[in-house]
């Protein structure tokens, strides 16, 4: 937020205590701030809040800058403390995960374990997620392309169409992603067409949205000259190109021309939770 809005805007501290590494809390918190043009928050976060003395240090900080409260505490007797010296300071605090808690718990009649951090057990599904990563890594940017066929998606695209940060976001969601660059003119390994296990995904942008992130890029690298690689009609052709690509093999298309890295990967993930389904 800049210029007048910024001047306008009302700072306020988001005290965000965690009994785990605070990810998730982080996560939620900054997702619904960023509903209020009108308020900007000052973070404060404390991960690892386990023991009555690392409350107390918290809540002393929490004093001197009263704010917001905003919490993931599963310890009955520190959610206690903390709930009481909120409501004798006059500062609003929140569980955030209580409602999905209760919700998930009344559904399976069960009682909640009290474990702090939970999610980041190293379980399988931390190894699938280390080891999706390490595919990914070793296939970005059409590398190894003789074991394309044991990805769970690959991505197409010209140059600058996000592929790689796409891949690296599915890889963490525990999806081996393997990207493979289109260039002009160059036919695309063979292996795609045989391909079986993958699902395979077009990306494309708008030409003129393509050129600026482009010309972004070189002058990252301190190169001004203008070149085919920001040409309008070659980065139309380009497109073209990979276009005619997709839809004589019927690979699905996502514009990623307005889209986020993360809504990117969620149109992929549906495509591919369809696809298992099927």
């Not at 690509?245 to 990623?256: A, Q, S």
Request: hydrophobic residues 40%; contains cysteine.
């Amino acid at each position: 937020m800049t210029g007048a809005k910024a001047r306008l805007a009302t700072y306020f501290h988001l005290h965000l205590l965690s009994d785990a590494t605070g990810e998730t809390l982080k996560s939620v918190a900054k997702a619904a701030a960023a509903q209020f043009e009108a308020g900007i928050a000052i973070d404060h976060s404390y991960a690892l809040v386990r023991t009555r003395r690392q409350l107390e240090r918290v809540l002393k900080q929490i004093a001197d800058a009263p704010g917001i409260v905003i919490y993931t505490l599963v310890n009955d007797e520190l959610r206690a403390m903390l709930e009481e010296q909120c409501a004798e300071l006059g500062i609003p605090c929140l569980a955030i995960l209580d409602p999905a808690i209760q919700l998930i718990g009344t559904y399976l009649h069960a009682e909640v374990s009290h474990k702090p951090g939970g999610q980041h057990i190293m379980n399988a599904e931390y190894f699938q997620r280390i080891e999706a990563l390490q595919y990914t890594m070793a296939h970005d940017d059409g590398q190894s392309e003789n074991s394309l066929d044991a990805a769970d998606v690959i991505l197409l695209g010209v140059s600058r169409t996000s592929k790689t940060p796409t891949c690296i976001y599915l890889a963490n969601r525990g999806l081996k992603a393997a990207n493979v660059p289109i260039i002009l003119n160059v036919a695309l390994p063979n292996v795609l067409e045989n391909a079986v296990k993958p699902l395979i995904v077009g990306l494309t942008t708008h030409p003129d949205r393509l050129i600026q992130v482009r010309r972004n890029r070189l002058l990252s690298i301190n190169e001004h000259a203008e070149t085919e690689y920001t040409d309008h009609e070659t980065v139309e052709a380009e497109l073209r190109y990979a276009r005619a690509l997709y839809t004589r093999n019927g690979w699905p298309v996502i514009d990623v021309t307005r889209r986020s890295i993360e809504e990117t990967a969620a149109a992929i993930l549906n495509l591919y939770s369809e696809r298992q389904n099927k």
